[in-house]
């Protein structure tokens, strides 16, 4: 009779870097789904990235948390990763429909820091309430940089500048939108760089690929200057 290796079991993970959330940027996360996979025997299946995406967008707007959502059935797996409670989303109610989307999969949403894990009436308890103080300092940081922008205007200094790559400006000429074209490109390059391919890879595909940049082409300074914007 053979011994026959446990199966290991499967994670998918979901990286969220914001606009206005740079403190942990794609790599940074994914490291901390690793650390979390090693530590618990479990295999990291996929990993799905969503770059300048609001923690308070709408469900519908979530196009990687979805894909990540579907990809448990499709891999087997029994656990969606994320390196914090509130890259899941930092509205309450979004956070409740991925938490039972991902229940009616067969899989468990679990945090690298450990915040909110099990199914303990306590862990529940917790997870509710690092979900409403995300949603609290989500509504803090915009009023904060309302505030910020106001005293700028009223000092008669520029709130805009050059434009990054994945933006554009608003109506108004000073505030910054979501170009969502330029957002998928953005979700590219941080999946490849994720993957490990190297900004001279990436470039190659890129411009191989037709796809427009700011300049001629694309130039692997110009990509770790997009890259950078999010670390």
Same mark, same amino acid.
């Given at each position: 009779?053979?011994?026959?290796?446990?199966?290991?079991?499967r994670? +998918?993970?979901?990286?969220?870097?914001?606009? *206005?959330?740079?403190?942990?940027?794609p =790599?940074?996360? @994914?490291?901390?789904?690793?650390r979390?996979?090693?530590?618990?025997?479990?295999e990291?299946?996929?990993?799905f990235?969503? $770059? /300048? +995406?609001?923690?308070?967008?709408?469900?519908?707007?979530?196009?990687e948390?979805?894909?990540? $959502?579907?990809?448990?059935?499709v891999h087997?797996?029994?656990?969606?990763?994320?390196?914090?409670?509130?890259?899941?989303? @930092?509205?309450?109610?979004?956070?409740?429909?991925?938490? #039972?989307?991902?229940?009616?999969?067969? !899989?468990?949403v679990a945090?690298?820091?450990?915040a909110g894990?099990g199914?303990?009436? =306590?862990?529940?308890?917790?997870?509710?309430?690092? *979900?409403? &103080? !995300?949603?609290?300092?989500?509504?803090? +940081?915009?009023? #904060?940089?309302?505030?910020?922008?106001?005293?700028? #205007?009223?000092?008669g200094?520029?709130?805009?500048?050059?434009?990054? &790559?994945?933006?554009?400006? /608003?109506?108004?000429?000073?505030?910054l =939108?979501a170009?969502?074209? =330029?957002?998928?490109?953005?979700?590219?390059?941080?999946?490849?760089?994720?993957?490990?391919?190297? &900004?001279r890879?990436?470039?190659?595909?890129?411009?191989?690929d037709?796809v427009?940049?700011?300049?001629?082409?694309?130039?692997?300074?110009?990509?770790q200057?997009?890259?950078?914007r999010?670390?």
């Open positions: 009779m053979r011994n026959e290796q446990p199966t290991k079991r994670a +998918i993970g979901y990286v969220r870097v914001s606009t *206005d959330e740079q403190h942990l940027g =790599e940074a996360q @994914r490291a901390e789904l690793e979390w996979c090693s530590a618990n025997d479990a990291l299946v996929a990993v990235v969503a $770059v /300048g +995406i609001s923690g308070g967008a709408a469900l519908d707007k979530r196009t948390l979805l894909a990540a $959502v579907d990809a448990l059935k087997g797996a029994g656990v969606l990763l994320v390196a914090k409670r509130d890259r899941l989303a @930092r509205d309450v109610m979004v956070s409740a429909m991925v938490q #039972r989307l991902v229940e009616r999969a067969g !899989a468990v945090s690298a820091t450990g894990n199914s303990s009436p =306590e862990a529940e308890l917790m997870r509710g309430m690092v *979900d409403l &103080f !995300a949603q609290y300092e989500r509504a803090l +940081i915009k009023a #904060r940089t309302r505030a910020a922008l106001a005293v700028k #205007r009223s000092r200094e520029k709130t805009g500048g050059a434009v990054p &790559f994945g933006y554009r400006l /608003g109506d108004d000429g000073r505030t =939108e170009d969502e074209l =330029e957002q998928r490109v953005v979700a590219r390059i941080h999946r490849l760089r994720a993957e490990g391919v190297s &900004f890879r990436i470039a190659a595909a890129l411009n191989g037709g427009p940049a700011r300049g001629k082409r694309w130039h692997p300074t110009t990509l200057r997009v890259v950078a999010a670390a």
